[in-house]
């Protein structure tokens, strides 16, 4: 079909819904429609929807899957003797039994046959829409009765079918499942890879990795861009129109370990109250609409971040490189610059395409013991160039602090935690993370810039 099917079938189950349980022919069908020539035959289409949930097809007749009860759905979580499906029309949940699975399992496109009594609601599958990836992920178990496999999305234990191969007892697996008959107690999981002792948080974080869709590794076509990108550095051309703040007393403040910096700050007290700058990499001037590193990084959405290690969104030439803003290096960026009165209300505001330097990257921690007055001589050097505008930092963000609680903003402290792993790669201690006062204060210039966005918009 030329034009959007989509469309076509989002008419269809409009004028569905309105046959009621009478139902429609295909000829009146699209009639009601007004499917062209050239949208191809309606029955076609027809087909397509009660594959996809959308009808039932009874004598001849079409009507409405809500009609008869029926519903599309996406299988979720499964136990032993019951599970749920998300409806994919209503959102919402769906209590299946285990007798009413008919061989679905989690990630199943599935069709729903939902009854109620009174105020509960149940679904039995009535097919298999589409089939969803086979693969899980669990704990293998060596006894001498037999290997299986414990299956944490079914909640179930599956007997290993085929050879343990490399694999030994505790390992975490990947394993497929192999589908016999409707009753998942009869399913059986065949060995895919193994990841190591579950033991270990580098395999666990594999497994999670491998489960989630998530890859460590680029395309070739995105590395090549990248590496391109970095060698070149920046020209002169690309300057041109840019703001230069290279002369600016612009840094950065991260965690001790982050290599991929890519936000800055500035700020100047002024006779009118504060002038503040937040600057973000300038990733849009290196990803170009249809390259392959835009094709990349619209797949994977963001960086990941887990145990001690990171899965960055672009390859580490561009994340680690030519778009993070390290310290003594021109960089390209995207500027908010602000100018603040001395009760810290936003009054003015610009967004400027510019060229940035670095004077130092800071840390968190050390910024923290600078404000609290624990310095010493190797912190003090190497914030000779910033130690003013970290003081006044403080006196804005003790500003804009009781600015936000002024206005009624929520005081949300959620409890973090840090894994600490040693050489070996497993978990040594689980340390909490608390966020000292440099940490709020850039929290809270970034606020600054996103209300500044937000009443550009």
């Known amino acids: 079909m030329k034009r959007n099917n989509i469309v076509l079938l989002k008419r269809l189950a409009l004028v569905l819904e309105k046959a009621g349980r009478k139902g429609l022919t295909a000829r009146e069908a699209a009639e009601k429609i007004k499917l062209r020539k050239e949208d191809g035959p309606v029955r076609d289409l027809l087909a397509e929807a009660v594959k996809n949930g959308v009808a039932v097809e009874k004598k001849g007749r ?45 990630g199943d496109e599935v069709l729903l046959k939902v009854t109620r009594d009174g105020d509960r609601e149940e679904g039995e599958v009535v097919s298999i829409l589409k089939e969803g990836d086979p693969d899980y992920i669990g704990t293998l178990y060596v006894t001498p009765r037999g290997a299986y496999v414990s299956v944490e999305a079914l909640s179930d234990d599956l007997p290993l079918a085929g050879p343990v191969r490399d694999a030994r007892d505790g390992d975490r697996v990947m394993v497929r499942i192999i589908r016999q008959g409707d009753d998942t107690r009869f399913y059986k999981a065949k060995l895919v890879f193994s990841y190591g002792s579950s033991d270990r948080a580098e395999s666990c974080a594999a497994a999670v990795l491998d489960a989630s869709g998530i890859t460590a590794e680029f395309s070739f076509a995105s590395l090549d861009e990248a590496r391109y990108l970095s060698h070149k550095g920046i020209s002169d051309q690309e300057t041109w129109g840019r703001l230069d703040l290279r002369d600016h007393v612009i840094f950065t403040i991260d965690g001790a370990d982050t290599k991929d910096i890519d936000d800055a700050i500035e700020l100047q007290k002024t006779d009118s109250g504060w002038s503040l700058g937040v600057h973000i990499a300038d990733v849009s001037h290196y990803v170009k609409a249809g390259s392959s590193l835009d094709g990349e990084a619209f797949r994977r959405g963001t ?135 440099s940490e709020e204060i850039i929290e809270s210039f970034m606020l600054c810039a996103n209300e500044a966005a937000a009443r550009t918009a």
């Open 303 to 437: 960086s990941v971040y887990y145990a001690d290690k990171v899965i960055p969104m672009l390859p580490k030439e561009l994340s680690n490189g030519i778009c993070s803003l390290n310290p003594g290096e021109d960089r390209l960026a995207f500027s908010a610059l602000m100018e603040l009165s001395p009760a810290g209300e936003l009054m003015s505001w610009e967004f400027r395409k510019s060229i940035i330097r670095s004077r130092v990257k800071g840390v968190y921690t050390e910024v923290n013991r600078l404000l609290a007055g624990e310095d010493d001589d190797a912190l003090r050097e190497k914030y000779a160039e910033t130690s003013d505008a970290l003081f006044l930092m403080k006196e804005l963000g003790d500003i804009l602090k009781k600015r936000q609680l002024d206005r009624g903003a929520p005081t949300i402290e959620s409890a973090e935690s840090k894994f600490l792993i040693g050489e070996d790669g497993r978990v040594t201690d689980v340390m909490p993370k608390t966020r000292g006062i």
């Open 62 to 106: 079409y009507f409405d899957a809500r009609t008869k009860g029926l519903r599309p759905a996406v299988m979720l979580r499964m136990h032993r003797t019951f599970a749920f499906a998300r409806l994919t029309q209503e959102d919402r949940d769906i209590f299946i039994s285990g007798s009413n699975l008919n061989g679905a399992l989690p």
